[in-house]
């Protein structure tokens, strides 16, 4: 049974598989035990090791004391709804009916996860980039369809606009797009949405939209949600967290937006997976989503440092880097001190100088892992000092 842009599709596959179609332990389990066996500083993990602003987390603790433990609304309690509606509109002109067009989720992860079984059945297609964010590959596998992918090329890591609508057909469902982009921090420009937007129109299919990375742009750039450009937001879910954004990963509270009909279908999946989201967490990111301009600017100016501080070390060290327009991470090339096999490198890593890193080939289907092969991820969203440490150990390579 289907309807315009199959909203009304049912059935569902099995099988979980990774990026590289094995269920096997990811490389980011591997490398964590690793940083931990060897007191690595860990940059492979996109996580901060600093906690977010102190009257967020006490409203964290007050909620737990006045005895919001139990059961929150399904969809999310009224002031986060109400919350993520105004900071829609507030930085991007988006207006949303926070009772019919908002869903909180358990992290972003979740909403991913609910949208692509809602949204998909069995013999679809999904689009995204490569390298891509490694849920992708197992979520869209545990649907049952099929994950088609466009290569986003070193050092720009920008894609051919020729090879985007090529991986387009009627047999795409959704085109799940990641901007700020996971693991590269490329930013995606102007044209490409306005393509994919076309795109999706022509092939009657879905936008999917992860950004949770929305605040965290360098040298002045602003983010640009996909949904604002025209004829996107009829077909367009929103993704976005207060993980990131507030140094509260461990909260997993995110949400995602979009028109009723879709949503709806979205919180029919959402129910059977983790039902509700943390009840004492939400009160704090309803408070946190109306922070002045200034924590969101401080925020990314902070970040920007760091970047610029492991770069210049990493430079340093030998390494050719692409330096990301956004997010946590940064990509460089370990070809010029004779290292081809960036796993292999990351391997030996922890135990040679005490630093972790992720190979991007992580985030690539096995048969494109070679494009790939001398690339590694590493993660500057930790403490100064951290970095500072880890760029020392980086100059005895």
């Known amino acids: 049974m289907t309807t315009t842009f199959g909203w009304q599709r049912a059935s569902h596959g099995a099988g979980l598989l990774g990026a590289h179609g094995a269920l096997t332990p990811s490389i980011f389990a591997?490398?964590?035990?690793?940083?931990?066996?060897?007191?690595?500083?860990?940059?492979?993990?996109?996580?901060?090791?600093?906690?977010?602003?102190?009257?967020?987390?006490?409203?964290?603790?007050?909620?737990?004391?006045?005895?919001?433990?139990?059961?929150?609304?399904?969809?999310?309690?009224?002031?986060?709804?109400?919350?993520?509606?105004?900071?829609?509109?507030?930085?991007?002109?988006?207006?949303?009916?926070?009772?019919?067009?908002?869903?909180?989720?358990?992290?972003?992860?979740?909403?991913?996860?609910a949208s692509i079984l809602a949204l998909t059945e069995p013999g679809d297609e999904v689009v995204t980039f490569e390298p891509f964010y490694d849920a992708y590959g197992g979520l869209i596998s545990l649907a049952g369809a099929r994950h088609v992918t466009v290569p986003l090329e070193w050092?720009?890591?920008?894609?051919?606009?020729?090879?985007?609508?090529?991986?387009?057909?009627?047999?795409?469902?959704?085109?799940?797009?990641?901007?700020?982009?996971?693991?590269?921090?490329?930013?995606?420009?102007?044209?490409?949405?306005?393509?994919?937007?076309?795109?999706?129109?022509?092939?009657?299919?879905?936008?999917?939209?992860?950004?949770?990375?929305?605040?965290?742009?360098?040298?002045?750039?602003?983010?640009?949600?996909?949904?604002?450009?025209?004829?996107?937001?009829?077909?367009?879910?929103?993704?976005?967290?207060?993980?990131k954004t507030f140094n509260t990963t461990g909260w997993k509270i995110g949400w995602l937006s979009g028109p009723a009909t879709l949503v709806a279908r979205v919180t029919a999946v959402k129910q059977f997976l983790s039902y509700v989201s943390g009840a004492p967490f939400q009160p704090a990111i309803a408070a946190a989503l109306a922070l002045p301009d200034s924590y969101f600017l401080t925020l990314a100016s902070d970040l920007q440092a760091k970047r610029d501080l492991l770069a210049a070390g990493l430079t340093a060290a030998g390494f050719t880097v692409s330096l990301p327009a956004a997010g946590?991470?940064?990509?460089?090339?370990?070809?010029?001190?004779?290292?081809?096999?960036?796993?292999?490198?990351?391997?030996?890593?922890?135990?040679?100088?005490?630093?972790?890193?992720?190979p991007v080939g992580a985030f690539v289907h096995a048969e494109n892992a070679p494009r790939y092969g001398s690339l590694l991820r590493f993660a500057f969203s930790k403490r100064p000092e951290v970095l500072h440490e880890a760029v020392s150990r980086l100059a005895s390579l």
């Open 155 to 243: 050092p720009a890591f920008a894609p051919d606009p020729e090879r985007l609508r090529a991986a387009i057909s009627d047999r795409t469902r959704i085109i799940l797009l990641n901007t700020p982009h996971n693991p590269t921090g490329a930013v995606t420009d102007r044209a490409t949405l306005e393509l994919i937007v076309e795109l999706a129109h022509r092939h009657d299919a879905l936008i999917l939209t992860d950004e949770v990375y929305e605040h965290l742009l360098f040298d002045g750039r602003r983010h640009e949600p996909i949904a604002t450009l025209p004829g996107a937001a009829e077909r367009t879910i929103t993704i976005s967290s207060g993980g």
């Open 30 to 113: 591997e490398m964590s035990a690793l940083s931990v066996a060897s007191g690595a500083l860990n940059l492979g993990q996109g996580f901060p090791d600093e906690d977010g602003p102190a009257e967020i987390l006490e409203l964290a603790r007050t909620a737990i004391a006045e005895g919001h433990n139990q059961y929150p609304p399904g969809i999310g309690i009224p002031a986060l709804r109400a919350a993520i509606a105004t900071h829609q509109e507030r930085f991007y002109g988006l207006r949303l009916d926070p009772d019919r067009e908002i869903l909180v989720t358990t992290g972003a992860t979740e909403a991913l996860a």
């Open 328 to 358: 946590y991470f940064i990509v460089a090339d370990a070809a010029p001190l004779g290292h081809g096999d960036a796993t292999a490198l990351a391997r030996a890593l922890p135990g040679q100088i005490g630093v972790t890193a992720i």
